[in-house]
């Protein structure tokens, strides 16, 4: 034996016979985990909204998503909420990094010991509810997978804008609308947003994809007016999208007005099919959004559609009322053409009830849209309101985007919180004057775009909230100044939002040149003869409809402002749209049977 | 004498002791000399590279780091960098230094676990019980840092998944340091063990001048005496920025490629000790697009790194699209637990199969993907 050191040495080991043992020991001990632990799921039920990324991320396909009782789907939540089996998942927590609400974690927990291999699946949050006090690997707030950050959209700066009616959105360039589509995790969470539902994952993927081409043909499919809805669409679809949760919506609205704007004529791209006449007329009253959809997919398959407007231009509110720094009227003017090009008959300066009878409408044709719109402001209800200068922010609007002159005079008062209001008092700073918003709530009670407030803001227009006119007072029977009241909120008794209740004795006076009242308006259904307003169902200033736009009276069909409460233009294609189907049911017959 | 000339058949595995995952090798035996040897794999294909092309970048890399149980970091490392090459993503320092802290920590272990392992071949059951003990103080830090023991999916396209945690550091040297202690007692109970040396010197010898044509790679190689170790020759991350010098034993035998190994140890504590000086702050992470629409632009990459078997090589293809067009990883098992041990094993005693095959780091899951 040479090697004697070699045969003793590996004896020293022994020593370690009287060592505590640094490995577990019995009576088994849970080891406790470390606090990044990826462990078996969590999910915070309620705060998510079953957008189902998760499971598109997951490699594994460890994840369905599926129905639970007691959860509804509603806007902004599918209603669905993520299943996991643990016989698949593999914890490598991608799905937690992914989860735009942040509701999804993995636990410290990982023992599961059963027989049973359905008990494998497990829905976070519903199962092991108490989980949720055993979160470790959750979301960082420095590393993210998703881009939360909105590709900024480039604007006039205020100063230039105020100067003239050019457009105040300049639009992404093609690569910023690459980088802003490549946001969205396709989720579809805000197709049930949309009134019209558009196919909005599968233009933003198109557009990310660089398939401008084909984010047309998604958008042409059931909304015939995106230039429209791509400059100042309300935009419901973002207010729910998913990424809003954690970080800014994607620019859905921006994205589909990036896509229309890249080709000059829609009509090349889209090369549509126009089914064979079948014979059948429709008369279309009002060429609003309302009336224009309608007509433009009625054309499409093989009616003969006209459409009466009594202005001298298609478009109605969207012509008359939105200003033209929002909405340039060569935007209007190409989707005017389109829809002429497809066979949409627009006969422009024809007012139904004057022009043209009812009756005569009836007479030549099989059935009726009506479209009207809400164009009769409410009254202010106040002293001095006929003297001269007071006027109203509809017709204003109007006189405006007609190329008509109007002298507000150097100051003007807007009084009220929606959009009308902003666009007046915007237009007015247009025209030089120095403005004033009297609005009766607080700024945050205004029902007015947030982003339209702010644009307001950035062109000097100055908003007064809390205030309450109380009396024009005039000089020579003209405007000359506005005395208001200011208000406190008060708590509703029946639980609704706080209401204004004016401070006695808190009274001011404002030297003005004009008084613009932006209160609301109404439909005027004077054209309509006595028999058919006695048959037709009418509700509060509405036209009551079915799901297919019909009215009580089986051969008109209705929609727009005069049908729903949203008063916003993609609402108002939406009916047109829906309406189409309940013509072709009605004059054609169910085509499946 | 006849009945002992006679030539037998003997299949050895799957199962091996202190291997991970599973082989067959078929021996052809006269007497207890192996006249001939086939390896039969097979047994733990999961097609990982053609899983990847109906992948998204992204989903990839929970995938590669199960190309390998023991040590899957370079896995994720090398998927990482290729990716990064493709795109030309800058990597933050910080998380560069991460990273080379997470492949020596990674070297610790798989080193650990082959001393356990060469150890049971022999018969020195006592080792595997210390090494899997000790193992377990860096699988702890890897929990901690990552979330998980074995599988980290940690390294991921521009940088780390997350930044240390608090008092991270010290914790890791407090490790380093129990280890380094240690080492004393396995150079007591194994590396000076009388069994052990009789047992591994002149045994399984690689013939030097055959070495770099076989394309043996890591420890067996610099076990010949050849200075060869990624690290230095192509240095990656930041290891052109640390103090270390590439290790070699002379003798191509089991021994050396054991003292190899056993240096490396305290080579990659010295590393991680270097990194946990010089770690810049910052971010750790440098984002790219949405993984749902990431598509890697059209290219190649070929990257490597030196593995704790040897040089691992990811050579990655990207068509443009969302997702790999092609995958393909070079580990260095398939040459030496397949083309190589067969060569070895020509004239071994029986006893000695084992004790070759976990010598050269024969790992079965990253031989067959
Ligand atoms: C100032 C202003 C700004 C707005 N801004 C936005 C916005 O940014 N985003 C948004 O989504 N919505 C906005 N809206 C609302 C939007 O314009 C309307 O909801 C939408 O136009 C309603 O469409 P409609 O087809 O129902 O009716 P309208 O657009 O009102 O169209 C009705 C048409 O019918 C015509 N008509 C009425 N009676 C007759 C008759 N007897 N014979 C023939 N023609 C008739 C009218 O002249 C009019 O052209 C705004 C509205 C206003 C007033
Ligand atoms: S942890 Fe990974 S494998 Fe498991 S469900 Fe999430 S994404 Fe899928």
Redesign the pocket.
């Known amino acids: 034996m040479k090697n004697i050191k070699g045969v003793f040495l590996p004896f020293s080991a022994l020593k370690f016979l009287g060592k505590k043992p640094h490995t577990v020991r019995y009576p088994l001990e849970k080891k406790k985990t470390a606090e990044r632990y990826r462990g078996f799921h969590y999910n915070d039920i309620e705060e998510c909204i079953g957008c189902g990324t998760c499971a598109t991320i997951c490699q594994n396909e460890a994840i369905d998503m599926i129905k639970i009782d007691g959860i509804e789907p509603k806007k902004g939540d599918s209603g669905l909420r993520p299943r996991v089996d643990n016989g698949r998942c593999c914890w490598c927590g991608l799905c937690v990094e992914m989860c735009p609400t942040g509701s999804l974690s993995l636990t410290d927990q990982y023992l599961q010991t059963t027989p049973d291999p359905e008990s494998f699946l497990l829905i976070p949050g519903v199962d092991h509810p108490e989980y949720g006090e055993h979160k470790s690997f959750v979301k960082d707030d420095e590393i993210r997978l998703l881009d939360l950050q909105r590709v900024p959209m480039r604007e006039l700066d205020g100063a230039e804008r105020v100067k003239s009616f050019a457009e105040v959105v300049l639009g992404y360039m093609q690569e910023e609308a690459r980088r802003e589509a490549s946001r969205c995790v396709d989720c579809a969470i805000c197709v049930t947003a949309c009134p019209d539902h558009m196919h909005i994952p599968e233009y933003i993927a198109a557009i990310a994809d660089a398939d401008d081409e084909l984010a047309l043909k998604y958008i042409y499919d059931n909304n015939p007016l995106p230039e429209l809805c791509g400059k100042?669409?309300?935009r419901q679809c973002e207010t729910v999208c998913a990424i809003s949760h954690l970080g800014d919506p994607i620019a859905i609205r921006w994205l589909k007005r990036y896509a229309t704007e890249q080709f000059p004529d829609p009509a090349v791209i889209l090369n549509p099919k126009i089914a064979e006449p079948n014979g059948k007329k429709v008369g279309i009253?009002?060429?609003?959004?309302?009336?224009l959809s309608a007509g433009f997919y009625l054309a499409l398959r093989g009616f003969d559609v006209t459409v009466?407007?009594?202005?001298p231009k298609?478009?109605?509110?969207?012509?008359?009322?939105?200003p033209k720094y929002?909405f340039p009227e060569d935007s209007l003017d190409k989707q005017i053409s389109y829809m002429e090009k497809i066979g949409v008959k627009i006969k422009t300066n024809?007012?139904?009830?004057k022009d043209i009878s009812f009756e005569e409408l009836e007479k030549r044709h099989d059935a009726l849209f009506l479209?009207?719109?809400?164009?009769v402001p409410y009254r202010l209800g106040i002293i001095g309101e006929d003297l001269k200068n007071s006027i109203q922010?509809?017709d204003f609007?109007r006189e405006i985007n007609l190329g008509n002159k109007v002298d507000v005079g150097d100051k003007v008062v807007v009084i009220g919180g929606g959009?009308?209001a902003i666009?007046a008092a915007r237009v007015a700073r247009r025209l030089g004057a120095e403005v004033t918003i009297l609005y009766r709530r607080r700024v945050e009670d205004m029902p007015a775009d947030w982003e339209e407030i702010e644009g307001a803001e950035h062109e000097g227009v100055k908003i007064v909230p809390q205030g309450i006119p109380l009396e024009i007072i005039g000089k020579d029977g003209k405007v000359a100044a506005i005395k208001y009241g200011m208000a406190e909120m008060v708590p509703d008794p029946k639980g609704g939002r706080p209401r204004p209740k004016l401070i006695e004795g808190d009274e001011h006076t404002m030297e003005v040149t004009s008084v613009i009242g932006a209160i609301g308006?109404e439909a005027?259904y004077s054209?309509l003869p006595e028999r058919i307003k006695e048959k037709l169902e009418i509700e509060r200033g509405r036209i009551k409809v079915n799901e297919y736009k019909q009215t009580t009276i089986d051969y008109i069909f209705a929609?727009?402002?005069?049908v729903n409460r949203t008063?916003?233009?993609?609402?108002?294609i939406a009916d047109g749209v829906k309406a189409v189907e309940g013509i072709e049911r009605f004059l054609l017959g169910d085509k499946n049977k | 004498m006849t009945q002992v000339e006679k030539e037998t058949t003997l299949y050895l595995g799957p199962q091996h002791p202190g291997i991970t995952g599973n082989m067959m090798i078929e021996l052809k035996v006269t007497g207890d000399t192996v006249q001939r040897a086939k390896t039969h794999v097979g047994y733990l294909h999961r097609g990982f590279e053609k899983l990847m092309e109906e992948r998204l970048w992204m989903q990839c890399f929970p995938i590669v780091c199960r190309i390998c149980v023991p040590e899957p970091d370079p896995n994720e490392e090398n998927l990482a960098r290729a990716i990064e090459e493709i795109e030309g993503r800058e990597v933050p320092e910080r998380a560069q230094y991460i990273r080379v802290m997470v492949l020596e920590l990674s070297r610790i272990a798989s080193y650990f676990l082959w001393m356990g392992g060469q150890a049971g071949s022999m018969g020195l059951y006592t080792m595997p019980q210390w090494t899997v003990g000790d193992r377990d103080y860096i699988l702890d830090l890897f929990e901690e840092l990552t979330g998980g023991r074995v599988y980290h999916m940690y390294i991921w396209a521009g940088g780390v998944r997350r930044d240390l945690p608090d008092g991270f550091a010290g914790r890791v040297r407090r490790v380093l340091d129990y280890l380094e202690e240690r080492l004393t007692d396995y150079d007591r109970l194994f590396f000076q063990n009388a069994l052990f040396l009789k047992r591994s010197q002149g045994v399984g010898v690689i013939d030097k001048d055959k070495a770099m044509e076989w394309g043996v790679v890591g420890p067996p190689l610099r076990g010949c005496g050849i200075a060869h170790d990624v690290r230095k020759d192509e240095p990656y991350e930041v290891y052109d920025k640390l103090d270390f010098e590439i290790i070699t034993h002379e003798g191509g035998d089991i021994y050396a490629r054991a003292m190899v190994r056993r240096r490396e140890i305290e080579q990659s504590i010295s590393i991680i000790r270097q990194v946990l000086d010089k770690m810049p702050g910052g971010p750790v992470h440098n984002p790219g697009p949405n993984p749902l629409k990431w598509k890697l632009p059209a290219g190649e990459a070929y990257v490597r790194t030196e593995s704790a078997r040897g040089e691992f090589g990811y050579y990655v293809v990207s068509d443009g699209s969302l997702k790999p067009r092609r995958i393909h990883v070079r580990g260095p098992a398939y040459v030496h637990g397949v083309s190589l041990l067969e060569k070895m094993l020509v004239g071994a005693n029986i006893a000695d199969v084992s004790v070759i095959m976990n010598s050269l780091g024969t790992c079965p899951p990253e031989i067959e993907r």
């Open positions: 100042v669409c309300t009253v009002g060429g609003g959004p309302a009336g009466y407007e009594a202005l298609a478009g109605g509110m969207t012509f008359a009322g939105i929002r024809t007012r139904i009830g479209g009207v719109g809400f164009h922010a509809v609007l959009n009308v666009d308006q005027d054209f929609g727009g402002d005069t008063m916003d233009a993609i609402s108002a």
